[in-house]
């Protein structure tokens, strides 16, 4: 429909087209700058678009509230920035990161955060008015979470809040779903507080050696590897052919010592230091008769869950387990298991 302006709105209009490739290239060079500034800080964000507002959009505005604005830098969203967060307590990241890379019109900007109005969960956005340096016009970056974004795009799409009325038990069954969606923002986001000070601990207590306290798991298996439990016996084992350690991704043994039943990273470090000696006499075994000058950092680990297993008479079906659980099911692991068991039993430390 095409708007009736005045001759002040028309040359506003007028002042929006002659501009237009300047404001596309400003609202690129704004996006490019914030993706740079949170991947430069580690900020993971679910996404960043950015638009300029198109002339129909512009008219209707200036065709409505024309005569408050005298020209066209009084207003603040002809380019417009949304950055979408997973978590919520990352919107307040994101906004410290805009404030240090632009002056905040706070007089204009909105935080909508601070609406207590029971169906407001879609609108709780962060709506900054940006002033940017040797540039005449404002920007509006708004930041919000994915929940939140997605909330109101389902308002828009069904037309709620759009002047129709709506019969009151949809009103109702919105407004419930609203308050479930921002119980679970909340709920994420402390979920993430709460794993991040586990970590934290996990770590503290790895390093502090204290290990009986620190269950099996993927983050404190991880962490563990970072003190390289293994490299004494790698090396030891390198040392039968002056060999090189190629380092490779240990994690895949997390199942299988927790296969083994255990459950400590305690008990791990015990299972090292009592079956090390088998494991570099599986490896002693193997590698005598050959030229190999490069080993794998795994061969530590595997040996050592060959000699527990066996040693702890685990047999033939410990032993596929375990190739079972590293490459997938195969039938040849059975042979494989066979021969490592008919082998290893003239090795001294199964008959200790």
């Not at 430069?40 to 950015?50: F, I, R």
């Not at 019109?105 to 909508?112: A, F, L, P, Q, R």
């Not at 404002?138 to 939140?148: A, D, K, N, S």
């Not at 869950?305 to 387990?321: F, H, P, Q, T, W």
Request: hydrophobic share 40%.
């Amino acid at each position: 429909m095409q708007a009736h302006l005045d001759a002040h709105c028309e040359a506003i209009l007028q002042e929006y087209r002659d501009n237009l490739p300047v404001f596309e290239e400003q609202a690129r060079k704004v996006y490019e700058l914030l993706r740079k500034t949170f991947d430069d800080a580690g900020l993971l964000v679910a996404s960043v678009e950015y638009r300029v507002k198109g002339e129909e959009s512009l008219a209707g505005k200036l065709e409505l509230k024309g005569g408050k604005y005298h020209s066209l830098a009084d207003i603040t969203d002809i380019i417009g920035l949304r950055v979408i967060t997973f978590y919520i307590d990352d919107v307040d990241k994101v906004a410290s990161a805009v404030e240090r890379l632009f002056d905040v019109d706070w007089e204009n900007s909105v935080d909508k955060r601070k609406a207590h109005e029971i169906d407001s969960f879609g609108y709780l956005s962060l709506h900054y008015i940006c002033a940017i340096p040797g540039f005449p016009y404002r920007v509006e970056i708004q930041m919000r979470t994915v929940l939140q974004h997605a909330w109101a795009n389902m308002n828009h799409d069904t037309g709620y809040k759009s002047g129709v009325e709506v019969p009151r038990q949809y009103l109702r069954n919105l407004s419930r779903l609203a308050g479930m969606l921002e119980l679970v923002d909340d709920e994420f986001s402390r979920i993430r507080t709460e794993l991040t000070d586990y970590r934290r601990r996990v770590r503290a207590l790895v390093a502090s050696g204290n290990l009986d306290e620190v269950p099996l798991d993927g983050d404190t298996f991880r962490s563990y590897l970072e003190l390289e439990p293994f490299g004494a016996l790698n090396r030891r084992i390198a040392s039968v052919n002056q060999a090189e350690i190629q380092e490779v991704p240990l994690m895949p043994y997390l199942p299988i010592f927790k296969a083994m039943g255990i459950k400590t990273l305690g008990e791990l470090s015990r299972v090292i230091k009592e079956y090390s000696d088998g494991a570099y006499q599986i490896a002693t075994y193997q590698l005598g008769l050959t030229d190999l000058d490069i080993i794998s950092s795994s061969t530590g680990p595997q040996d050592l869950c060959i000699a527990c297993i066996l040693k702890r008479g685990g047999g033939i079906s410990g032993l596929r387990m375990m190739f079972d659980t590293l490459n997938g099911p195969s039938e040849s692991h059975e042979s494989l298991a066979s021969y490592l068991m008919s082998m290893a039993s003239d090795l001294p430390f199964m008959n200790q």
